[in-house]
C-alpha cells in the first residue's frame, strides 16, 4: 500500500491543523494505521493510532485531549485532527499501515512537516 500524507504547514501556537493520508494499492480496511512524529534531534514517537474498522484509538500522553485520529475508509484516508497545538508538537509527521495480525507497521509515506510558531 502506498501512503500519501498532507494539511502539514506552519501554525501559530493554540492553533489547529488536519492532517490527511491517503491510502491507494491496498484494501484500506485491511491495516491499522498510525501517526508518527519526529521532532529535530529527537526519535520518532508514535503519536496517534487506529485499528482496522476505526473501533480503537491509541494516543502518547502528550497529545491526548488535544489530538484526534479517524479514518474514511469510503475514501481510503486517515486523518489527524490537531487542536491546542503547542511549540513542541513542531515535527515531521509520518503516516503509516500495519497490516491487520501484525504488530509492526510496514508501510510508511513520506512525512509532512508541522511547524508550531509561540
Known amino acids: 500500500v502506498q501512503l500519501q500524507a498532507s494539511g502539514g504547514g506552519l501554525v501559530q501556537a493554540g492553533g489547529s491543523l488536519r492532517l490527511s493520508c491517503a491510502a491507494s494499492?491496498?484494501?484500506?480496511?485491511?491495516?491499522?494505521m498510525g501517526w508518527f512524529r519526529q521532532a529535530p534531534g529527537k526519535e520518532r514517537e508514535l503519536a496517534a493510532a487506529?485499528?482496522?474498522?476505526?473501533?480503537?484509538?491509541y494516543y502518547a500522553d502528550s497529545v491526548k485531549g488535544r489530538f484526534t485520529v479517524s479514518r474514511e475508509d469510503a475514501k481510503n484516508t486517515v486523518y489527524l485532527q490537531m487542536n491546542s497545538l503547542k511549540p513542541e508538537d513542531t515535527a515531521v509527521y509520518y503516516c503509516?499501515?500495519?497490516?491487520?495480525?501484525?504488530?509492526?507497521?510496514?508501510?510508511w509515506g513520506p512525512g509532512t512537516l508541522v511547524t508550531v510558531s509561540s
Open positions: 487506529i485499528n482496522w474498522n476505526g473501533g480503537s484509538t
Open positions: 494499492g491496498g484494501t484500506f480496511r485491511r491495516y491499522g
Open positions: 503509516s499501515a500495519r497490516t491487520l495480525g501484525t504488530a509492526s507497521y510496514e508501510y
